[in-house]
């Protein structure tokens, strides 16, 4: 996860769509700011699958990123095992109510 992305988040990402593998999704953490849509905009240039969850109180926005299309299913799944790993610290599905 990266808090901005910009140019150095946009080759990052670019590297982690080129080394991984194709069914691989990576999350970006979005910190609210004034170019946030840019930051938004720019993982979207990259990659051709984007689900992008706000994180309320904050302005937050995780952005979900794949090169392959992901179903509603798979995104549950693979969220509820991230849940099961962290041992309830902190629960990612409740993202999934905040679709854009």
Sequence with gaps: ??????AMGTAKG???RRQGHRRSVVAFNVNE???????I?????????V?????PPADNRVV????????????RARIGALDARSGG???????LRNRE
């Excluded at 700011?33 to 930051?39: E, I, L, Q, R, T």
């Excluded at 689900?51 to 994180?55: D, E, F």
């Excluded at 979900?64 to 995104?75: F, H, K, P, Q, R």
């Design 1 to 6: 996860m990266c808090d901005t992305i910009g």
């Design 33 to 39: 700011h004034d170019s946030m849509a840019d930051d």
């Design 14 to 16: 670019e590297s982690s």
């Design 51 to 55: 689900a992008v969850y706000r994180c």
């Design 64 to 75: 979900i990123a794949s090169e392959v299309g992901t179903t509603d299913d798979e995104v």
């Design 41 to 49: 905009a720019a993982v979207a240039a990259v990659f051709d699958h």
């Design 89 to 95: 610290a902190l629960s990612f599905a409740n993202v």
